[in-house]
């Protein structure tokens, strides 16, 4: 009898590890849940999708809770059989907001928004985010210690946790969803580190059981932004789940858009071959893709030519994640955030997701031309 209790203890010791330590990949949508295009989610064997609306364009009236067509995606994609990541982007320092006053009559407000939008996909998400990059849309006096040794941030984060688990208690026939803080984007910069707003919501997701644990965002200029976001957030958290909703080459990407192709030495040869300019630069070359001028195999060729370029960038962001204990990392599927016209300075959003079908249309057979840096990588992830 003693060996089967021991032997029940250490499978379910077992199951526990996997369920903490498994590794999933799914897509994501970032504010925009009408981009779900399933069309294109049912190419590829995944489990998860993601989206955290702005949950102030329905408090100002800008779209309509209970009406808006997109927030049914998120009730479609579920019904389809994928298991949803869903939240809310709180814009306040877009509009010059402080986090609202406890039992206020501005946040009785936003919480009845919040409740409208778990009417309608409540029953259908797994896991629930209480914001989204909450230290970059705070103004910075709600991201510091108040007179009362308290973070603004952090209060409001509790009172919408708790505003979120009566909702579910009201709804007894309904699964809860895992609950994650977060997502907190740049923990690897020490100024991010320093910050009470960021130091007390990860000490909150630790201290709270109620919390499965802490969504991270990592858009990084070096791949050693990875274990310095992630050595911050475990040496707080050291073992709760961590999910990574977004990741991305954002900075990278953005810091060499003014450099010239030709810095290095195949660089120099990728000119050569395509007879472009010798001093032609990276934004530069890229408006000649969004001119049609440019195959996707020239689009490949280009980036291995850059010293600077890490290949294969999504098994080194899923190595760092086996090692962290991260259970879920989602990636843009299709051009969202977008500019025809690239400058120096243009955000590279558009570099990143698995299809570029505002960069380059559709291909001869109909279809999204998909990214030859990403695409096969993704794809080999998700059969591990």
Known sequence: MYSKYCYLALLLGSLLITRVRAQEMGLNFNHNPENMDFNYIRQLPVKWVRTTPRILDYVDGKLDAVSDTAIQRVVDASKMGYQVVFGFRWDFKNRKLAIPVSGSPREADYFRTVDQLLERVGPYIQIFTLGNEPNLETINADLQYDRNQQVPLVQFTERLLMHVLDFYKQHPDWSKPRIYTGSLPALFEKKQQQLPGVVELIKLTQRNPEIEGLAVHLHIGDTLHIPQALDFARSLMPKKPIIIPEFSLFRLYNRHFGDRIANSAKGKDFVQKYRLPANIKLYQWLNLVHSGKVTIDAWEELF??????????????????????????????????????????SASWFLNPLFLQKSFGLTTAGEYEKNPLVYADFLKLLRQ
Do not use: I, M, N
Request: glycine letters at 4%; charged letters at 15%; aromatic letters at 22%.
């Open 304 to 345: 291995l030519s850059q010293d600077w370029y890490p290949a294969h960038y999504l098994l080194t962001y899923h190595r760092y994640y086996k090692h962290y204990g991260v259970v879920l990392a989602t990636y843009p599927l299709l051009q969202q955030g977008f500019t025809k016209e690239v400058k120096s300075t």
